[in-house]
């Protein structure tokens, strides 16, 4: 099966920088993708890695590697409106159609 | 463009009844899928389907059941609700498979069973 972690909660200030960490176990690795989520609402897609390195797009950026396990979501000059749930998944061509498997979700809370 | 469309947006159901949440894109989609989110615990694939006649289970299919007669239509049947049943229900579909494609996913159905 999967085994997808990252941290249940974290707070960050309003302006500041914050990266969320994401570690995963996979045996047909196809892809990492991360996911924003607001309260009562569908998640909207961010970020997609399939080859180490950084992907940054705008104030977000995305980090993978893959014999590590291990990705990070970064996110620069905090808004209010980042105050969300941010979900990092993984495609997996050993499992289940090669269908996404979330991780529990980082619920991001920003402060001024 | 409607992309994928869920129905009902909210449902009250009584142990014991059974539901149809209805699932439909208009993106010519050939992989469609159903989650189940529950408070702390991510997205969790219950059923998805490859192209229309094709489903399969993921990692908590009991309790529910699928089917795919057409490419456009992929709807969630409850048959016997239960309590634990009770979550927000999200589908979401992908052109196929290939590893940078993103899936779309609908507006999420919220389910409580009394």
């Known amino acids: 099966g999967q085994n997808i972690d990252q941290p249940t909660e974290m707070t960050a200030t309003e302006g500041a920088i914050v990266q969320i960490n994401c570690t995963y176990q996979t045996s047909g690795f196809n892809g990492l993708f991360w996911y924003q989520q607001h309260a009562g609402e569908a998640p909207t897609f961010l970020s997609y890695n399939v080859l180490d390195g950084l992907e940054e797009k705008g104030r977000f950026s995305s980090f993978l590697s893959r014999s590590k396990g291990y990705s990070y979501l970064l996110l620069k000059e905090l808004q209010m409106k980042d105050s969300a749930s941010y979900l990092c998944?993984?495609?997996?061509?050993?499992?289940?159609?090669?269908?996404?498997?979330f991780g529990g979700g980082t619920r991001l809370m920003v402060k001024p | 463009n409607a992309g994928v469309t869920q129905t009902p947006k909210f449902q009250v159901l009584k142990t014991g009844q059974s539901m149809t949440l209805q699932c439909a894109q208009d993106?010519?989609?050939?992989?469609m899928s159903w989650y189940r989110q529950d408070p702390g615990m991510g997205l969790r694939l219950i059923h998805y389907?490859?192209?229309?006649?094709?489903?399969d289970q993921g990692e908590v299919p009991n309790g529910y059941n699928v089917s795919r007669s057409t490419t456009e239509d992929f709807p969630l049947r409850l048959l016997s609700a239960a309590p634990s049943q009770t979550s927000v229900y999200f589908c979401?579909?992908?052109?196929?498979?290939?590893?940078?494609?993103?899936?779309?996913f609908g507006e999420g159905s919220w389910l409580t069973v009394v």
């Open positions: 389907s490859v192209g229309a006649g094709i489903t």
């Open positions: 993106m010519n989609h050939e992989y």
């Open positions: 979401a579909s992908t052109i196929d498979s290939s590893s940078g494609n993103t899936i779309y």
């Open positions: 998944a993984v495609r997996d061509r050993d499992n289940a159609g090669n269908m996404l498997t």
